[in-house]
């Protein structure tokens, strides 16, 4: 197995490589596994996965919940509340060309959440058949932003195959956990009465996000999902030659936090650190490049704006599903992922509209506020943005603990 040595791991036991998911394109997905710290042969195993589309889940490893983060770009320091602990945890590099994942062929390329499920599904049953966890209490899928489609995605490939009598691999899927997620564009692309309501822009402000939005909305409905996507876009992404709609009102080039109006570059230290000729020697990934996201998301366009809310809908009728949204959020916040979630029909859509809101305490400090329903989990966290692990640590901990340990 690809273990991982080095003085500068800080003794911490993890495996990484590559997993083959497609041979006709030579199309790899790249790991990074932890065994839990406490009880590995009994822990559950957690999948962490980026967004972007196109964004490495060595973000999430290093910025957010893994066992360590870079400091100075040169070395790493043990983070206290890491998700590793009490999980088996394994990031992978999804889809295919992001991060150190390649592919030979542009036809190796994830098109949409379908080829996005089959390939995380080949990655997994291989590292069930490289590490022994049969032991382990199930299965988690995690993610946040974009993978709020490729958490689902994953989920819902499992479950099917599994539902076929003559599936030779057993995935013991527990449930789902997204965070900030961007599951629904449909019911998610409301950003004008959110952004009024904040103070950030004013009644002609909301005027043009409403005409924008309305523009959107159409462009969905009609299937033309290259329109949709420019349309996102140009209302908030501001990956267009122009500056967004967003930018332009608010003055902000940061929608992560609406605390913080600059942009943060959060990636640059951590891609330094891993592609150090040791680094990379060490986690066994050779000369392949570190991708940007850009190819990934051209290829991704036509997703961008699709809807996973069906199968979340087939998925609650078997599996947890717990969605957190971190309350300073921009891109994905907490009114839009209500709306969302007020629109799914699963099997306790109106005890989940009746449910009351709970507050949520940790060690005494009101850490946010809880709803639940049937096998859903709504979270809103307290004074946290988009990367919400990342403003909170020790409360997602918590919360990511209780939900993998003590749902049923």
Same mark, same amino acid.
């Not at 103070?199 to 909305?217: M, P, V, Y």
């Not at 599903?321 to 992922?337: E, F, K, T």
């Given at each position: 197995?690809?273990?991982?040595?080095?003085?500068?791991?800080?003794?911490?036991?993890?495996?990484?490589?590559?997993?083959?998911?497609?041979?006709?394109?030579?199309?790899?997905?790249?790991?990074?596994?932890?065994?839990?710290? %406490?009880?590995?042969?009994?822990?559950?195993?957690?999948?962490?996965?980026?967004?972007?589309?196109?964004?490495?889940?060595?973000?999430?490893?290093?910025?957010?919940?893994?066992?360590?983060?870079?400091?100075?770009?040169?070395?790493?320091?043990? %983070?206290?509340? /890491?998700?590793?602990?009490?999980?088996?945890? *394994?990031?992978?590099?999804?889809?295919?060309?992001?991060?150190?994942?390649?592919?030979?062929?542009?036809? +190796?390329?994830?098109?949409?959440?379908?080829?996005?499920?089959?390939?995380?599904?080949?990655?997994?049953?291989?590292?069930?058949?490289?590490?022994?966890?049969?032991?382990?209490?199930?299965?988690?899928?995690?993610?946040?932003?974009?993978?709020?489609?490729?958490?689902?995605?994953?989920?819902?490939?499992?479950?099917?195959?599994?539902?076929?009598?003559?599936?030779?691999?057993?995935?013991?899927?527990? +449930?789902?956990?997204?965070?900030?997620?961007?599951?629904?564009?449909?019911?998610?692309?409301?950003?004008?009465?959110?952004?009024?309501?904040?103070?950030?822009?004013?009644?002609? +402000?909301?005027?043009?996000?409403?005409?924008?939005?309305?523009?959107?909305?159409?462009?969905?409905?009609?299937?033309?999902?290259?329109?949709?996507?420019?349309?996102?876009? /140009?209302?908030?992404?501001?990956?267009?030659?122009?500056?967004?709609?967003?930018?332009?009102?608010?003055?902000?080039?940061?929608?992560?936090?609406?605390?913080?109006?600059?942009?943060?570059?959060?990636?640059?230290?951590?891609?330094?650190?891993?592609?150090?000729?040791?680094? %990379?020697?060490?986690?066994?990934?050779?000369?392949?490049?570190?991708?940007?996201?850009?190819?990934?998301?051209?290829?991704?366009?036509?997703?961008?704006?699709?809807?996973?809310?069906?199968?979340?809908?087939?998925?609650?009728?078997?599996?947890?599903?717990?969605?957190?949204?971190?309350?300073?959020?921009?891109?994905?916040?907490?009114?839009?992922?209500?709306?969302?979630?007020?629109?799914?029909?699963?099997?306790?859509?109106?005890?989940?509209?009746?449910?009351?809101? %709970?507050?949520?305490?940790?060690?005494?400090?009101?850490?946010?506020?809880?709803?639940?329903?049937?096998?859903? *989990?709504?979270?809103?966290?307290?004074?946290?943005?988009?990367?919400?692990?990342?403003?909170?640590?020790?409360?997602?901990?918590?919360?990511?603990?209780?939900?993998?340990?003590? /749902?049923?």
């Amino acid at each position: 197995m690809a273990r991982v040595v080095g003085k500068q791991f800080l003794g911490v036991e993890s495996y990484a490589g590559y997993l083959t998911v497609d041979e006709a394109y030579n199309s790899s997905l790249f790991f990074w596994y932890f065994p839990a710290e %406490r009880d590995a042969d009994n822990a559950p195993v957690l999948l962490w996965l980026q967004g972007g589309p196109g964004a490495s889940s060595l973000i999430g490893l290093f910025l957010e919940n893994g066992p360590f983060r870079v400091v100075n770009q040169k070395k790493l320091q043990k %983070r206290k509340y /890491s998700w590793t602990t009490t999980h088996n945890v *394994i990031f992978i590099d999804n889809p295919v060309g992001t991060g150190f994942s390649f592919t030979d062929d542009d036809n +190796g390329y994830a098109r949409n959440e379908y080829d996005v499920g089959e390939n995380l599904y080949e990655a997994i049953v291989q590292l069930y058949k490289l590490f022994d966890w049969s032991n382990s209490a199930g299965f988690w899928i995690t993610g946040e932003s974009y993978a709020g489609k490729y958490v689902p995605a994953l989920a819902y490939h499992i479950h099917q195959t599994q539902a076929c009598e003559d599936h030779q691999d057993n995935i013991p899927l527990k +449930g789902l956990i997204i965070g900030n997620g961007l599951s629904d564009p449909l019911n998610q692309l409301k950003y004008g009465d959110y952004l009024y309501q904040l103070g950030l822009i004013d009644e002609n +402000g909301l005027a043009e996000f409403h005409l924008a939005e309305a523009a959107g909305e159409d462009c969905i409905r009609r299937g033309d999902m290259d329109c949709a996507a420019d349309v996102f876009d /140009s209302l908030i992404l501001g990956n267009l030659p122009s500056s967004s709609l967003f930018k332009n009102l608010t003055g902000f080039g940061w929608y992560y936090n609406y605390l913080q109006s600059q942009d943060e570059d959060f990636v640059a230290p951590l891609a330094r650190f891993v592609q150090r000729n040791s680094n %990379r020697r060490a986690i066994h990934v050779g000369s392949k490049a570190f991708n940007g996201i850009e190819k990934v998301k051209e290829f991704m366009k036509k997703d961008m704006m699709d809807t996973v809310a069906p199968w979340i809908e087939e998925l609650l009728h078997h599996y947890t599903v717990c969605i957190y949204a971190g309350q300073l959020d921009i891109i994905v916040p907490y009114p839009l992922i209500r709306n969302f979630l007020n629109k799914l029909n699963f099997p306790c859509t109106d005890e989940y509209k009746k449910a009351p809101r %709970r507050i949520w305490r940790v060690d005494g400090e009101i850490a946010g506020y809880i709803k639940q329903a049937g096998n859903l *989990i709504e979270v809103l966290v307290r004074n946290a943005g988009h990367l919400t692990p990342l403003d909170q640590p020790k409360w997602l901990y918590e919360l990511i603990n209780h939900v993998t340990h003590y /749902s049923d």
